[in-house]
Nanobody, 122 residues
Framework: QVQVVESGGGLVQAGGSLMLSCTTSGLPFSVYAMGWFRQASGQEREFVAAITWDGASTFYARSVKGRFTMYRENAKASVFLQMNSLKPEDTAVYYC???????????????WGQGTQVTVSS
């Protein structure tokens, strides 16, 4: 059974930092691309960042580029999202997902976590 579990969310002031973690089990992690998506209240889910199976390439949404960094540790079957210079508009539930190819489209991801809430106060 595949499990994807996010952690690290919380409440932070604008300008602060958080690091999200995502740990998987039950899938061959080292051959899967991984993505982070987020969904703010009343809005559609949107792409945040993605990384290839080997960590060689990363994609970022324009809104987070330069502030967020995604990386992975295949030995730990985990990916991480370092979020700096957080803004109130970053407030959302953040989801981790695994898929066969790196993509900005959530339809291309097969396995999803339950999400972790990030709240940025002004």
């Amino acid at each position: 059974q595949v499990q994807v579990v996010e952690s690290g969310g919380g409440l932070v002031q604008a300008g602060g930092s958080l690091m999200l973690s995502c740990t998987t089990s039950g899938l061959p992690f080292s051959v899967y691309a991984m993505g982070w998506f987020r969904q703010a209240s009343g809005q559609e889910r949107e792409f945040v960042a993605a990384i290839t199976w080997d960590g060689a390439s990363t994609f970022y949404a324009r809104s987070v580029k330069g502030r967020f960094t995604m990386y992975r540790e295949n030995a730990k079957a985990s990916v991480f999202l370092q979020m700096n210079s957080l803004k109130p508009e970053d407030t959302a539930v953040y989801y981790c997902a695994a898929g066969p190819l790196i993509s900005r489209d959530d339809k291309n991801y097969s396995y999803w976590g339950q999400g972790t809430q990030v709240t940025v106060s002004s």
